[in-house]
């Protein structure tokens, strides 16, 4: 039985090949991918049903086909070890099996307990979180930029609009000096020339300055900024004004203007039969203008009035009045003398000298209008005359009483064709002197010597009242040639004779 049995065995590994070193060609083959049945496919050839894995087959042949055999199991072990590197280095991402799970599983337990010793995925690089700092720092450096140009804006809102100032009072001073004025074209809304006026130009810089000294602004670029958009250069007067610090920009420049409640304001009195520079002399004491600049504006400043005979030709010359001398200055200046009504006056405190002139002759043509123009249609007299009579009469009467009768003396003399004789006339030129005219003066050449010249003055000799004009348009009649002053009563005495007025005289001591 057992001999049978060896026997079936030996003949069943023959068949097989054991021991024979004989494989038939389809046994060989490896690239098929079959085996006979029993037989075992690793993946790498043909191993018999035998085979343990150690290498080694049972009655095989040691040779040639001993060393492809070895080739192949190391082939195996190549596989192997190509799957493990291949588990190690595959991404955590995508399809994992559960082989290469557990098999992970088992690195990780034999790795430190370390968290970040353990497998993590792949950092961004380092470009990328420099990227994301930047972009941080850039939007801090535009946060930042704009809480700055916020605080900014807030700073100059709250100056321009004078927001949580402390309430204080302040007295800003505004020179003629910083003034200067030139003569443009007037347009209409075709763009046709239509005339021409006068515009002054203030110096804002020096105006910004002076708020910024006084503590009414914070910003004196900010104020021109706005100044040169309002064009308040041509609106600002000269002055003395008193400003609150809640004044906002725009209620800086409205008050900067004499016509407003912010201009410090002086009462001045003027007396009849002052001259026109005893009056500027004043002016310039009580603060309102400078003696210079009144006298510039009386000799080329247009005043818009009928009874001053202005025309063209003397609107064209007002230009070159800074070139001219202080002599030729005063020349045409006397073109006011005797207009400049005598009262009592409201004036800003370094105004304009053309606006301060300009109160007189708006009053003179006030009187003119309502008291003395019917009188004057019916006089034989231009307005320049009945004016030069009465500035005479002003300076020669004593009381309103003797008006009448001195204007009919001067009205007698002239239609006699006498020399008025007048020494008030001759004092004229003299305006430092006192008491009555010297010899010299009496034997003077000018213009003014009544005691040469027959006829009226060139011009009026002082600022006549209302109650010498009306005696100038309404004379008293009377045969009077000479009057005379009594010392005693201080009143004058009125002859017809030289005679009885040299009589008289004698018996005075002037």
């Not at 590994?13 to 690793?42: I, K, Q």
């Not at 590197?85 to 991404?91: A, F, G, S, V, Y």
């Not at 010793?117 to 450096?141: D, K, L, N, S, T």
Request: aromatic letters at 8%; charged letters at 25%.
């Amino acid at each position: 039985m057992a001999d049978e049995r060896d026997g079936r065995d030996r003949t069943e590994h023959e068949r097989l090949g054991y021991g024979t070193g004989r494989m038939s060609r389809h046994e060989a083959d490896t690239g098929s991918g079959r085996l006979p049945r029993g037989e075992v496919n690793t993946g790498s050839g043909r191993i018999s049903r035998g085979d343990t894995g150690s290498g080694r087959l049972r009655g095989m042949d040691t040779g040639g086909r001993s060393e492809s055999i070895d080739r192949i199991f190391q082939l195996h072990e190549d596989e192997l070890a190509a799957s493990r590197k291949l588990k190690q280095t595959k991404p955590a991402t995508g399809y994992i099996s559960r082989e290469e799970r557990e098999w992970a599983d088992g690195q990780a337990a034999s790795q430190s307990d370390d968290q970040e010793a353990r497998y993590h995925p792949i950092q961004p690089r380092g470009e990328r979180r420099i990227g994301c700092m930047g972009g941080i720092m850039y939007a801090v450096f535009v946060m930042c930029l704009s809480i700055i140009l916020a605080s900014l804006a807030w700073m100059a809102a709250s100056d321009a609009l004078a927001l949580n100032k402390e309430e204080f009072t302040a007295t800003v001073v505004l020179p003629e000096s910083i003034f200067t004025t030139e003569t443009v074209e007037v347009k209409d809304a075709d763009g046709n020339v239509t005339g021409m006026k006068r515009v002054s130009h203030a110096d804002m810089e020096y105006i910004s300055s002076t708020l910024h000294q006084a503590g009414l602004i914070q910003y004196p670029w900010l104020f021109e900024m706005y100044c040169k958009v309002a064009h308040a250069d041509e609106k600002v007067r000269a002055g003395e004004y008193k400003l609150q610090s809640t004044y906002d920009y725009r209620a800086l420049v409205q008050n900067l203007r004499t016509n407003t409640g912010g201009a410090v304001t002086v009462n001045v009195t003027f007396t009849e039969g002052m001259t026109m520079q005893e009056m500027f002399i004043r002016l310039e004491r009580q603060g309102v203008s400078s003696y210079e600049n009144l006298m510039k504006a009386a000799a080329g400043y247009h005043f818009n009035y009928d009874f001053l005979g202005n025309n063209e030709e003397e609107e064209q010359d007002k230009i070159e009045v800074d070139t001219l001398t202080e002599e030729e200055i005063h020349d045409r200046a006397l073109r006011l003398e005797g207009f400049l009504f005598p009262d009592t006056y409201n004036f800003y405190v370094n105004m304009q000298a053309s606006s301060a002139i300009n109160k007189f002759l708006e009053q003179f043509n006030n009187h003119l209008q309502n008291s003395l123009q019917p009188a004057l249609e019916e006089s034989p007299l231009s307005l320049q005359q009945v004016v030069t009579v009465a500035s005479m009469i002003e300076k020669e009467a004593a009381d309103d009483e003797e008006r009448a009768a001195i204007a009919s003396v001067i009205y007698n003399r002239i239609l006699a064709d006498m020399n008025l004789g007048i020494d008030a006339t001759i004092l004229y030129v003299h305006p430092d002197h006192e008491g009555a005219p010297t010899a010299e003066m009496l034997e003077e050449k000018s213009p003014y010597n009544t005691r040469l010249n027959r006829g009226l003055p060139p011009t009026p000799i002082c600022n006549p009242g209302l109650q010498s004009l009306l005696a100038a348009l309404k004379p008293a009649e009377t045969d009077y040639f000479y009057y005379a002053l009594d010392t005693e009563t201080g009143r004058h005495r009125f002859f017809v004779t030289a005679e009885e007025f040299l009589a008289f005289v004698s018996t005075q001591n002037y």
